[in-house]
């Protein structure tokens, strides 16, 4: 079954910093590019790490906080406060920016890349190629794109490619309707166990947002045969002579 990559819906012209650009030119590249982060790449297109908005809002929140608190005695700050408060010290993208970059191949799927970037609560992925150099990214925006697939070439490729291609079902023993990205599947299938299967499949079809089973099936097989009563011959022993 075809599924949509992630170099299919990722952008290819990515908006990027240096690891020496300032932080006041990483806030002109995001606002004047009307983005909410950007990947930070060394000279070799490597991705080293990722700059956010937020990243940048931290910073500036901290520098507000910082007078206010110098004059009152803290507490020494724990390990994680402390690196906390480096970062929001930042002048340049490398000190401002997140490590490890999580990152992603153009040939990933879709569905794989939503599932990374709910994991670890980020907003955007860099893509890489094979020696890890940048080639594009993507957003949440990007990948919603699959939502936006008409009905019609849904509910054709739940057709081609579920029933016909996966299932092996011949012509018209199912029936498929979409309405909004919502699939309603009804017909007759020749095993129970078919049900659950084919209502996965069409969940994996990109652009689904719903399953409406109507399936019914015409053999039990996930019911475990039923034990018959053997037929022996009775044994006659004769008597010895």
Do not use: C, Y
Request: charged share 30%; aromatic share 4%.
């Amino acid at each position: 079954m075809k599924t949509r990559t992630v170099g299919e819906v990722m952008t290819s012209e990515v908006v990027e910093a240096r690891p020496e650009t300032s932080f006041k030119d990483v806030a002109r590249l995001l606002d004047g590019h009307r983005i909410s982060g950007l990947p930070v790449v060394d000279h070799d297109d490597k991705v080293l790490g990722v700059i956010s908005e937020t990243d940048l809002i931290h910073q500036q929140a901290f520098r507000a906080d910082h007078g206010r608190e110098r004059r009152f005695r803290m507490p020494a700050l724990r390990h994680a406060a402390r690196a906390a408060a480096t970062k929001a010290t930042a002048m340049t993208a490398e000190e401002l920016m997140s490590t490890p970059a999580i990152t992603v191949h153009p040939e990933q799927r879709v569905a794989d890349a939503a599932r990374v970037m709910e994991r670890h609560h980020i907003e955007r992925l860099p893509v890489v190629d094979e020696e890890d150099r940048l080639i594009g990214i993507a957003t949440r925006r990007d990948l919603l794109r699959v939502f936006l697939r008409t009905d019609d070439e849904i509910r054709q490729e739940v057709i081609d490619e579920v029933l016909t291609h996966a299932m092996l079902l011949p012509p018209q023993s199912v029936f498929v309707s979409v309405n909004d990205g919502v699939v309603t599947l009804e017909g007759r299938l020749e095993h129970r166990s078919d049900v659950p299967l084919t209502i996965r499949l069409t969940w994996r079809v990109d652009g689904v947002v719903g399953v409406m089973n109507s399936l019914t099936f015409r053999i039990d097989d996930t019911r475990p045969p039923e034990k018959h009563p053997s037929h022996r011959l009775d044994h006659h022993w004769l008597p010895e002579r």
